[in-house]
């Protein structure tokens, strides 16, 4: 089945540097991915959607200069975020589906990463 | 846009009894319904899912039924596992939105011994 493999697993950071998340579908090409944000105990967030070689479309009130996107690939995805503070700190999940099977195929997630900004 | 919204946020029962998750929807557009299991400090993965052509599904322990009239889909698990012990989304989607899912707020299940 479809694999989407995401990098790193964990990561922690100094307030006020940039963190770097990779998502890659290792079996399909995926011209659309993902980008979720998920707190504790709540349900995901759809921060951005993510398109192969054009520009990401952020959703209401993600600041996209703080949040990075680059979908340079047909398999590969990265989320920057950018002068990261500790309100940044939360899990990122990126999904993807294979659009081989149809428009409408489930959504395969990464395993997440979660960040922690000190 | 569209809302699903999602009951219990916390359901405990007893292992070896049944366990019911509801959702509702407010588009009727909304055509494909999966229903996602996430254990603590990992990714949400596919249990089952349901197309708006059809009434049922089920995959050994677990259903899931959908009622297009009334905009609710609801997700059954029968013969409860501690392992089935999980956070459990619903989501919808639809084909002019790019099939996004619009998620629940998710539910708790616990399986109590």
Request: charged share 20%; aromatic share 10%; net charge positive.
């Amino acid at each position: 089945g479809a694999v989407v493999s995401q990098h790193p697993s964990r990561v922690i950071c100094k307030s006020g540097t940039s963190v770097k998340i990779e998502c890659r579908s290792l079996d399909f090409q995926a011209t659309t991915m993902f980008w979720y944000r998920q707190f504790p105990k709540q349900s995901l967030m759809l921060m951005a959607t993510s398109n192969e070689g054009s520009k990401a479309t952020y959703e209401q009130g993600v600041e996209k200069d703080k949040f990075l996107i680059n979908h340079a690939s047909l398999t590969l995805s990265t989320l920057t975020v950018t002068s990261a503070h500790p309100e940044d700190s939360s899990f990122y999940i990126c999904s993807a589906r294979d659009t081989r099977v149809s428009y409408n195929s489930p959504l395969h997630f990464g395993n997440g990463t979660r960040l922690t900004v000190t | 846009g569209e809302n699903v919204e999602q009951h219990p946020s916390t359901l405990s029962v007893q292992e070896g009894d049944s366990a019911v998750i509801k959702c509702t929807y407010s588009d009727s557009a909304s055509n494909y319904f999966p229903w996602y299991k996430q254990e603590l400090g990992k990714r949400p993965q596919l249990i089952i899912d349901i197309r708006s052509n059809v009434g049922e599904k089920k995959d050994q322990r677990i259903a899931v039924t959908l009622n297009k009239t009334a905009k609710h889909f609801s997700l059954h698990i029968t013969e409860t596992q501690p392992e089935d012990s999980a956070v459990y989304f619903c989501a919808a989607s639809k084909a002019d939105s790019n099939y996004q899912l619009i998620w629940g707020a998710g539910t708790k299940l616990i399986i109590k011994p």
